[in-house]
């Protein structure tokens, strides 16, 4: 009886389960697709397919394919791999707070691009001007990929890694590179601050297809690669020592999903800016629908954050066509509230 | 069997361990037993794999600690803290299965984990959230989730080892006797149970063997009628403690309150 029990109760929640994926699922597509149709000209579905075939008028075909498809796709590929990274760092560090700017991402790629765009001019001036506009996203994935590997550096001690030392270093690099950041504002010119303004906003405009798919391919990959971490983001809610007791290496995969999430968000940050709120808040909700078990929550958290991510741009590119609002703004300004509201419904949380 | 020879280690400059001896046979229930801060969970903690800088020597058979990777570690040994814990809204179905190695076919983890939960007496309990457990209950939730992982890896690479912490700490009596024949019957069923305990009756009643610490070192080593003697008690506590049989044939240890009889 007891077996007989448990089955139906299993078959009732695999049935939970594949129906909270079927919805995640014809969610993003139907977001992907709003994606294409929506905008200050409005497309049709006929137009688009004739676009995608490539048998389609110049002008709809143009908007498709040089514009809102790599954007949909980028919006994507930064959305899921925010959402996945947040989702991993949450439970590796044990702490509902953590996302990718805590190990430094952010301020490492922010830190980066202000260094180009102030004073950029002093020693990339000998660039042709055909690499000039991968400099930004190269020195923002630089900037990422450097910070975070200083701040998992100085956060060992002794071959091992300690989750309140590696906040607190983060803490530290951080509030310099904030520092640094400040001091190089303060001497920019107008046009420098207004490049610099809009960058830390966040944007998925102003891509094309070439870096967008360099992008989109890390971010990809480091996503499905942290996929396989799901049994052992379980074993971590442990705590640490029982996961050794399970059989982790746990320095060993601290370090490794840490460096992977670098890779992959210092992939996106580097072409769209930072945009904040997703790899915090796509977690959160995803674990409240579907439980707190990795294998599922993981591929959960991505493609929640996916719908999230192409959500606000949908909102910031039709609020006021053919301005665009940064899309950082939206993503907080939607998010922050619907947060609130989803940690006060969840009295136990 | 285990064995751990010449265990020492500090921390900083205070030594913990100096000299300590233990062996832990397969089929056998060993209790560490001593006054608080004699090094008794540190001698398991060694054993366990968590302490690097150790001196001495611990074998599992023939390997030697140093060689064994936290994975191959795990196939032998499974550990259960003094104070489990557990981050994530996991019910206890789930918690259980959360240690038991992959290579286990899902049809045997099912049926392993519904005879745990049952032998527990968990089996209710088995769909609740674990944080909706009352401090028992959770106990015995996690002490369901190392067990799995012993008799997992005994399935799949034969007989290992199972190492408590203080398990009967935070228990009522009816508990504390649960927790300890689950851990006989562990040692019946041919793993060896490493046990730290405070209680030296609980020791006394269900161990087979004692390893007496006290100062970093191994002082008594042996059955429980060899080490369980009022004199050697009454030194390593320092103060008279009485040990008497029981018409059951089990020794019964109490200390003397002579201030207090009057």
Known sequence: ?349 | MITGRNLSLAFGNTPILRGANIDVPFGKLVAVCGPNGAGKSTVLSVLAGEQKHYQGDVYFGDDALANLTPRQLSRRRAVLEQSPSLSANFCVDELVRLSIPMELPPRDTDVMVRNILGQLGLSEFAKRRVDNLSGGQRHRAHLARVLAQVYANQTLFGAGYLFLDEPTASLDILHQIAVMKIARSAAQNGVGVLVVLHDLNLAAAFADDIVMVNGGKTVAAGSVGQVFQSKLLSQIYETPINVDKHSSGRLVIYPELQDLAG
């Open chain 1, 1 to 349: 009886m007891a077996l007989l029990e448990t089955t139906q109760f299993r078959g009732r929640r695999f049935s939970f389960n594949a129906l909270v994926f079927v919805a995640l699922v014809a969610a993003l597509i139907t977001v992907a697709v709003g994606e294409l149709v929506l905008g200050p000209v409005r497309l049709s579905l006929s137009q688009i397919y004739d676009a995608m075939a490539g048998n389609g008028e110049p002008m709809p075909a143009a908007i498709v394919t040089q514009i809102r498809a790599p954007r949909m796709v980028l919006g994507l590929g930064i959305g899921m791999s925010l959402a996945i990274c947040g989702a991993v760092l949450q439970g590796l560090l044990r702490n509902p707070l953590a996302d990718p700017g805590l190990i430094g991402i952010s301020g490492g790629a922010s830190a980066a691009v202000v260094v180009v765009i102030v004073l950029g001019d002093l020693f990339l001036g000998e660039i042709p001007a055909s690499v000039r506009p991968y400099v930004l996203p190269i020195a923002a994935f630089c900037g990422a990929l450097l910070v975070t590997a200083l701040i998992l550096g100085f956060a060992q001690k002794n071959g091992e890694m300690s989750i309140g030392r590696l906040i607190l270093v983060g803490v530290a690099i951080n509030a310099i590179a904030g520092a640094g950041i400040g001091f190089l504002t303060y001497i920019s010119n107008d046009t420098q601050l207004r490049d610099l303004t809009f960058w830390s906003m966040g944007s998925l405009a102003k891509t094309g297809w070439f870096g967008v798919g360099i992008s989109v391919t890390i971010m990809m990959i480091s996503s499905v690669v942290l996929l396989r971490y799901a049994r052992a983001l379980d074993l971590f809610q442990l705590g640490e020592r029982a996961a050794f007791h399970s059989g982790l290496a746990i320095t060993k995969i601290k370090f490794s999903a840490c460096a992977i999430c670098a890779v992959a968000v210092g992939a996106g940050v580097s072409i769209a800016g930072p945009i904040g709120f997703i790899g915090l808040v796509s977690p959160h909700i995803a674990r409240m629908i579907i439980g707190s078990a990795h294998h599922l929550l993981l591929p959960a958290s991505a493609l929640l954050g996916g719908v999230l991510l192409l959500c606000a741009d949908l909102i910031v590119r039709n609020v006021i066509p053919p301005q665009e609002l940064p899309i950082g703004l939206a993503t907080s300004l939607i998010g922050g509230p619907f947060f609130l509201f989803l940690l006060l419904r969840e009295k136990r949380l």
